[in-house]
């Protein structure tokens, strides 16, 4: 696991945050949230990958299938 994956999801949050924020402020509230679950299901695309690898790696050090 690289370090440079923790600043990924942190510039993730943070821009979109920035966006959240600026379409709030010009009463663009759905915009806003769709923008926000956008940014939710990037994370978790990395995340859910991290893990299946995390998997792949649990099974190979036990020798499981």
């Known amino acids: 696991m690289d370090i440079s994956i923790i600043f990924k999801i942190a510039a993730v ?10 379409l709030k402020k010009s009463d663009r509230d759905d915009i806003a ?13 990395v995340v859910i990958s991290m893990i299946a690898d995390l ?5 190979q050090l036990f020798d499981i299938f």
């Open 33 to 45: 949230t769709l923008v926000s679950l956008v940014g939710l299901i990037i994370v978790l695309t």
């Open 13 to 22: 949050g943070i821009i979109v945050t920035i966006i959240c924020q600026v």
């Open 55 to 59: 998997f792949t790696q649990i099974r």
